[in-house]
């Protein structure tokens, strides 16, 4: 049972445009979501987080918007660029008793062309 | 720079062979994770560490083992690699376990059975 989902595999944009990446979740104890950046050969680097009780966050070109009744999460990053290449993967954690532990997605390959 | 340290980045073992993958830390955090990611699947929680506690996931094979001599240092113990385990292996860590604190992860050991 998959409980964070990217269901786009890839996505392809161009330098300056709007990169949006989506997650869905289904588990309603989910209170902080995640977002972290990976290079080839490299770990997952964290990139923006959001808690439950905001529905949007903001880091300079990176935005993460929360529909907590739809389940859903998105990260905006305005004006994408070439460097902006990398797996991007969804995370959530339950808090409370949940020990940190963190429910990824599957990620989306995230690709600029100059 | 304080970071997580994964050692080694490449190992191969052969099917069966015990193999030890090694996990350091220089942000002196309570909690250590460690994550199993298959190819283009979401990396998977094995296991954690808060402090000396250790803690499985309930669906962590016997063959998993894990050790955390002191608070920089975590050990990953596969006793009997199988054909399956093949898969990048992710440490993270976290300062404290039930706060909103996104987890820093090493670069992984891409481990390859033969």
């Known amino acids: 049972d998959q409980q964070v989902k990217q269901n786009s595999p890839s996505l392809s944009v161009q330098e300056g445009r709007i990169s949006i990446l989506n997650c869905d979740y289904t588990?309603?104890?989910?209170?902080?979501f995640l977002w972290y950046k990976k290079y080839p050969a490299e770990g997952p680097t964290f990139l923006i987080s959001i808690s439950s009780i905001k529905d949007k966050n903001e880091d300079g070109r990176f935005t993460v918007f929360l529909n907590k009744s739809a389940k859903h999460l998105s990260l905006h990053i305005v004006p994408s660029q070439p460097g902006d290449s990398a797996v991007y993967f969804c995370?959530?954690?339950?808090?409370?008793?949940?020990?940190?532990?963190?429910?990824f997605g599957q990620g989306t390959i995230l690709t600029v062309h100059p | 720079d304080a970071m997580v340290i994964q050692n080694p980045r490449y190992q191969v073992t052969q099917f069966g062979k015990p193999v030890t993958l090694s996990c350091s830390q220089t942000?002196?955090?309570?909690?250590m994770y460690w994550y199993q990611q298959k190819s283009s699947q979401a990396p998977k929680l094995l296991f954690h560490y808060y402090d000396k506690d250790f803690n499985n996931e309930a669906d962590t094979p016997d063959n998993f083992q894990s050790r955390r001599p002191n608070t920089s240092f975590c050990f990953l113990d596969i006793r009997s690699p199988g054909l399956g385990d093949a898969a990048m292996y992710l440490c993270?860590?976290?300062?404290?376990?039930?706060?909103?604190?996104?987890?820093?992860f090493g670069d992984g050991t891409r481990l390859s059975i033969l």
């Open positions: 942000l002196n955090h309570n909690v």
């Open positions: 995370a959530a954690n339950a808090g409370g008793t949940s020990y940190g532990k963190l429910t």
């Open positions: 993270a860590t976290s300062g404290r376990i039930n706060s909103n604190q996104p987890q820093h």
């Open positions: 588990n309603s104890m989910f209170d902080y």
